[in-house]
């Protein structure tokens, strides 16, 4: 379109990391209505946005070598931007034509991820989350939902590492709760959604409700897919995950349970956390590199969960 103002928006490869910063993005789309986007992202993170309005290209970089970034370079130098936005801190902006560039930042102590991306762009206010789901992507999603009744309650198990890993039972006996005839869902559904690698955690947690208000996902969405999912949902309940930043980037109230993790960095935001004993310091004490076979998450008890999520829900009804 002659006379555009493009924007090239270089995503994270990191796909829970692109969802903290997409607020950012959607500000962007909503304050300039007549700006084209090329999205740049990794083979995990470029699907996130392929339902960006006035998507105009979604360019897939499979690795960040010296090559990639010259592959790069070369599909997008012809065009004269009118802002680059690069969120991985390279020097790409430096031999492109354009009139604006917003950068990587380096985090302010106590910073979360969000404000970080906000600042990178240099707004003044911090807008949250968002990940944009067309009209297909929503049909393709209630083809799998079955028609029914009542508030559904959405849970994500699912983490990259068993030290973040809240014992499924737990979360059984949370949703249950919640579901239960003197429950603030009763007669809802429980929705479950992750990979298909979370099918022992999902197994244990539909035994929550009675087997025709279960609706269960696990393995059956793309990520994309799962924030048009999760938006139907009255709570999602997770733990430190991408599925957790789905469901903030979907508008749904989040709670989730966090122990060897920075929430400060990463809770759900506008969310709650809920905290094991242990500070992230006392974690690391234990495991210097946050990276051992440990259950890290056994000091959290159900019933503290279960008071934030009534919290919660009594407070955004």
């Given at each position: 379109m002659p006379g555009a103002y493009r924007i090239l928006y270089v995503a994270e490869a990191d796909p829970e990391a692109a969802v903290l910063s997409s607020g950012a993005l959607a500000y962007l789309v909503e304050a300039m209505p007549r700006a084209r986007f090329t999205v740049v992202g990794s083979p995990d993170s470029a699907p996130l946005f392929a339902d960006l309005?006035?998507?105009?290209?979604l360019i897939v970089m499979d690795a960040e070598g010296a090559g990639?970034?010259?592959a790069l370079w070369q599909q997008v130098r012809a065009v004269d931007w009118g802002l680059v936005v690069d969120l991985r801190g390279s020097t790409l902006w430096k031999r492109l034509k354009r009139q604006k560039r917003a950068l990587k930042v380096t985090p302010n102590p106590g910073e979360h991820a969000v404000q970080a991306a906000a600042r990178a762009v240099q707004f003044d206010e911090t807008p949250p989350p968002r990940l944009y789901t067309s009209d297909e992507t929503e049909a393709q999603v209630a083809e799998l939902i079955p028609p029914g009744d009542g508030p559904i309650l959405?849970?994500?198990?699912?983490?990259?590492?068993?030290g973040k890993r809240w014992p499924a039972e737990r979360f059984a006996k949370v949703a249950g709760a919640l579901l239960a005839d003197d429950g603030p869902l009763a007669g809802g559904r429980l929705m479950i959604v992750g990979d298909e690698t979370d099918r022992d955690e999902a197994h244990t947690i539909r035994l929550a409700a009675p087997r025709k208000r279960v609706i269960e996902l696990q393995g059956k969405l793309t990520p994309l897919q799962t924030v048009a999912a999760v938006r139907r949902?009255?709570?999602f309940l997770g733990a430190d995950s991408l599925w957790t930043q789905l469901a903030v980037a979907s508008g749904v109230p989040v709670l989730a349970v966090f122990g060897p993790s920075?929430?400060?960095?990463k809770g759900p935001w506008g969310g709650v956390t809920v905290r094991g004993?242990?500070?992230l310091d006392e974690y690391r004490a234990l495991d210097p590199k946050l990276n051992q076979a440990l259950q890290h998450m056994s000091d959290l008890q159900a019933d503290r969960v279960l008071k934030a999520a009534k919290t919660l829900l009594a407070k955004t009804n």
């Open positions: 309005p006035r998507l105009e290209r990639d970034w010259f959405a849970v994500g198990p699912g983490v990259d590492w068993m949902a009255r709570l920075d929430d400060a960095w004993d242990r500070t």
